[in-house]
């Protein structure tokens, strides 16, 4: 009976032993979650305004810190930087004395994403007046603009 009790003692230690040791899952880590990537989205990506200048508003969102730039000296910028959201920049863009239509890039920065929006303002219109000379302007080397031919269909 004592070589039972002691085969039985020591199957209940083993069980004990077996049931304290885990299986060694619990040991590994979890993964670390993937982090979002860098992303920064313009509502409006191209633009067009008036020669004569004025204002525009640009509007992004993005998940990191960002940084905003323009490659023309025309189209300033009212922020430059900030954090992750949803974002307004404000445009102030000078006339455009110029007879060509002109273009700026507004090149914003988030972490690794970029994203790019164009501008593009027209040219200065033409100045009005009356560009074809003197009225019943006729063929060249008439003095007043007048043809023999218009002369004689004139009622006097």
């Not at 039985?8 to 899952?25: D, K, N, P, Q, V």
């Not at 110029?98 to 970029?114: L, M, P, V, W, Y």
């Not at 603009?145 to 269909?153: H, L, Q, R, S, V």
């Amino acid at each position: 009976m004592k070589k039972q009790y002691k085969y039985l003692l020591m199957t209940l230690l083993s069980l004990i032993f077996l049931g304290a040791c885990s299986s060694g899952e619990d040991d590994i880590p979890e993964p670390a979650p993937k982090p979002d990537p860098d992303k920064v989205t313009i509502s409006t990506t191209n633009l067009t305004t008036e020669a004569n200048g004025g204002t525009s508003k640009l509007t992004f969102t993005t998940n990191k810190a960002w940084t905003a730039s323009s490659n023309q000296g025309w189209c300033k910028l009212d922020k430059t930087s900030g954090t992750s959201g949803a974002i307004t920049i404000n445009l102030t863009l000078e006339a455009n004395t110029t007879d060509q239509e002109r273009t700026a890039e507004i090149t914003i920065k988030a972490g690794t994403a970029t994203a790019t929006a164009t501008i593009k303002q027209a040219k200065k219109e033409a100045e009005g007046g009356d560009q074809g000379g003197e009225e019943g302007g006729g063929e060249s080397g008439s003095d007043n603009g007048n043809t023999i031919e218009d002369m004689k269909n004139k009622k006097w």
